[in-house]
């Protein structure tokens, strides 16, 4: 039986001014061209590897779930999700299609796993979905006008709360991805699966240290997460967000994305660059070689 299959890693910042700058057609400016080059290896590959679901791990920011009542982790089981105005004056992104059967077999994993996740089958995406899948697939986030022309993949939103503490370990976060990574390796439908996280790195947009940025710590984080997340893992929330700021948090995102790429985990392409807004931009690939991939090389 062919089962679904993980092609790899995609994780980026998703600062809504990216969202204004791609409406102005600003993606050349001598601001934001550092930025939006890291999209072109992105594109390559998507192109060359043609997912046809992605899973993405995201942190909603208060369109979907307000401070009075917010998960730790939420899974969509939508058949779509559309977004709204959050008041950052960029157009409203297209609704993208969901994929519910892949969606129930994640949460029945996760479930069984011990991970006892919020299910929504109705959910609002905001920007940390809609920035991410602009800058993957331009090209249809373009032409938000055509509904004959649908984002070429279907997704799977999973919610990770950044915002009211306390808030999930980085370790948890990280066993969460390979509940998720072991389901999809087992889901029996012929899927090429591309795995997203959204966020970071270090940024504080309120308090004493707003703008507050760390590149040093940045630096670490992008080499030590491929081969070792687990060092990361030992750093408590209290900790992460000295050393990368009260936003800087959202690498939980990326701990999750990591967790899930289950094979022989690579680099193939890092961008970094500060600040975009008040963010340290960061874009990475990573490969996720299975032994069934390798044995075929
Ligand atoms: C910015 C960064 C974020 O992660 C976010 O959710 C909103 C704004 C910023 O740097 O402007
Ligand atoms: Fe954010």
Redesign the pocket.
Known sequence: MTMAKIIGGVAT?????IGKAIADGKENDPYWQPFFKGFDYVHDWLARTKPDVAVIFYND?GLNFFLDKLPTFAVGAADEYRSEDEGWGIPVSRAAAGDPALSWHLINALVADEFDVTMCQNMLID??VTIPMALMWPTAAAAKASPAKPWPVKIVPVEINTVQHPLPSLKRCLKLGRSIGRAIDCYPQNLRVVVVAT?GLS?Q?DGARAGFINKEFDALCLDKIVAEPEALARYSIHDWVKESGS?GV?FLNWMAMRGALTGRVSELARNYHIP????AAATVVYDNQTDEARKAA
């Open positions: 910042t998703h600062v809504p001014a920011h920007h940390a966020g940024h947009l936003q959202e975009i807004s008040n963010t």
